[in-house]
């Protein structure tokens, strides 16, 4: 038993088609069939939020949304946040700076997450921050550097 | 490819919904939000033969004003847009305290308020926030419907009244009455993780200044929300003093029998429904006599 169905939907502003199984996860899709492979995938479950990509601009769990429930959507990877191979934007570049990022292994969720958070509250309490990042797990650098990352780069605005 | 092979179906009217599952419903799962049945396909942990995704129709996800004052949710309201709802923090108070405290910002996009009162979690918030507001729920089968108040919803461990045949299409909350107030407290080992035990308190209170009703609910103190009646009965028709919220709070305590985990022990989280209820209540008056918490 392998349903498989066509499905159109945008990715980082190109229009994609992808044949499917019904079964298969978003974030499969991303890095199997599109070969999106900046989105991670950890637990599995929604917990960890490694594979957090924006759908319709709101920030979800790519493992737990089916690829087809995606079809006719806009999907934002993390792929899609640099102006260009040779630049990151603004919050990449904030992150790095104050040591937000390390192994890299759950950047490209946070990364989601926060660009979400931007958008919707442009000048973000520092609680605020932290209820957003509480929704992805890092192992690396305590979380701090990334509040210290956005709290700059708002200072800056 | 993690999900174990499953029929998907999303069908696009409501009526077509409950046909598939009037033929499937016993093999079926209703997928909604997906933020637990998605984990149970990934881990193949559920290997339903069908899968019916509700996603499609729109029609169950409005966020209504009610004739009497009330509500009108949608069961694929999504607890991000009750969050953000003005309607919601105007007519729910209650509601509008429990949703931030439900999984976190990334969850709360995807997942629905029917959803989780139909996967019954005894540690989610929105299951005792809706017995706490004595909401109505409404189950649709193929040719019926009919009306289950939220205190007889929840019937065990991730077990409510829905046939296999039914789905869950709206909640009804009644209208808020005047000096009324509420509180959601809970204690979780992380911020955003399944409280280790919680309480949903609302305090009406009448022209004197005296309790005209109280509604005290625990969460993950028990296999589903538990109502805590003696501590209501005691503290209504008398005045809410600072003691009469403790004795309350001793009440609640008693009235659960909580489960033994890795995480917490049971006395521990007797204590803690005690507490809890204290704080809530302490909030829900607060709000209640228009001052902040």
């Known amino acids: 038993m392998s349903e498989r169905r066509t499905i159109t939907l945008t990715v980082n502003g190109q229009p994609r088609d992808a044949t499917v199984e019904t079964r298969l996860t978003l974030v499969d899709l ?16 929604g917990v960890c939020g490694a594979c957090t990509v924006l759908v319709d601009g709101e920030a979800v769990r790519g493992c737990l949304l089916l690829a087809v429930q995606a079809d006719g959507r806009h999907v934002e990877t993390v792929e899609g946040l640099a102006p260009d191979p040779a630049h990151l934007n603004a919050l990449q570049t904030e992150l790095v700076r104050h040591h937000g990022v390390q192994c890299g292994f759950c950047t490209g969720g946070i990364l989601m997450s926060l660009t979400a958070m931007l958008r919707d ?17 890092c192992r690396c650098t305590g979380y701090q550097g990334m509040v210290d990352a956005v709290l700059a780069l708002v200072a800056a605005r | 490819m993690k999900p174990p092979p499953f029929r998907y179906v999303d069908p696009t009217t409501v009526e077509e919904a409950l046909a598939l599952l009037a033929r499937h419903g016993a093999d079926a799962r209703v997928l909604a939000g997906g933020q637990s049945l998605m984990p149970l396909l990934n881990f193949r942990l559920a290997r339903p033969a069908h899968v019916i995704d509700v996603n499609r129709l729109d029609a169950l996800g409005a966020i209504a004003p009610a004739a009497d004052g009330g509500l009108r949710l949608g069961a ?4 991000r847009a009750l969050e953000r709802s003005a309607l919601v923090r105007e007519r729910c108070p209650l509601l509008a305290q429990a949703l931030p405290l439900v999984g976190h910002p990334q969850i709360r996009a995807r997942g629905t308020l029917g959803g989780s009162l139909a996967h019954a979690d005894p540690a989610a918030e929105l299951p005792a926030a809706m017995v706490a507001l004595e909401a109505r729920l409404t189950l649709r089968r193929a040719g019926g419907e009919r009306t289950v108040a939220a205190g007889d919803f929840f019937v065990g461990l991730l077990t409510t009244a829905l046939a296999p045949d039914e789905l869950l299409t709206e909640i009804q909350l009644p209208s808020w009455p ?19 035990g919680g ?7 009448d022209g004197q200044g005296r309790v005209a009703r109280a509604r005290i609910v625990g969460f993950g103190v028990g296999p589903v929300p538990v109502r805590m009646v003696e501590a209501e009965r005691a503290l209504a028709g008398g005045a809410p003093t600072p003691a009469a919220l403790a004795e309350a709070g001793r009440l609640a305590s008693a ?4 489960p033994d985990d890795i995480h917490a022990s049971a ?7 005690g507490v809890l209820a204290t704080r809530a209540l302490t909030d829900a008056l607060a709000s209640a006599t228009g001052r902040a918490a």
């Open chain 2, 178 to 196: 005047a000096r009324t107030g509420s509180g959601v407290r809970e204690v979780a080992k992380r911020h955003g993780d399944f409280a280790l």
């Open chain 1, 121 to 137: 509250t442009p000048r973000p309490s520092e609680a605020g921050i932290r209820e957003t990042l509480a929704g992805h797990l």
């Open chain 2, 267 to 273: 006395a521990y989280r007797r204590r803690l429904a």
């Open chain 2, 255 to 258: 009235a659960v029998d909580p």
């Open chain 2, 199 to 205: 309480v949903a308190a609302t305090l009406t209170l």
């Open chain 2, 76 to 79: 694929l309201a999504r607890q």
């Open chain 1, 30 to 45: 991303l890095r199997e069939e599109l070969r999106l492979t900046g989105t991670h995938v950890g637990c599995e479950h």
